[in-house]
């Protein structure tokens, strides 16, 4: 699984936490990630829970590229 994390702070001390990553995790796994993201920017940052966002974006591995191959692709050469 492929993760990329964007993290905007709003005007309003909003944080807003993007996640990207290929398809294939499970909902535990998605609702850990919310839970521990979030318990992070309120230890380290002191938020509050409710004004943190966080967005899971899911990518097929076909519509993501690494080494300049798509993911798909790349894990199959790596399997061989």
Known sequence: MS???KYTMKVFSM???NVQ???GASR???RRLVEEITA???TNLGKKPEH???VL???AEEDWGYAGMLTDDWKERQNK
């Open 3 to 5: 993760v990329s994390i």
């Open 15 to 17: 944080p807003y936490v």
């Open 21 to 23: 990553i290929t398809k």
């Open 28 to 30: 535990e796994q998605k």
């Open 40 to 42: 992070s920017l309120v």
């Open 52 to 54: 943190i966002h966080i």
């Open 57 to 59: 974006q899911e990518i």
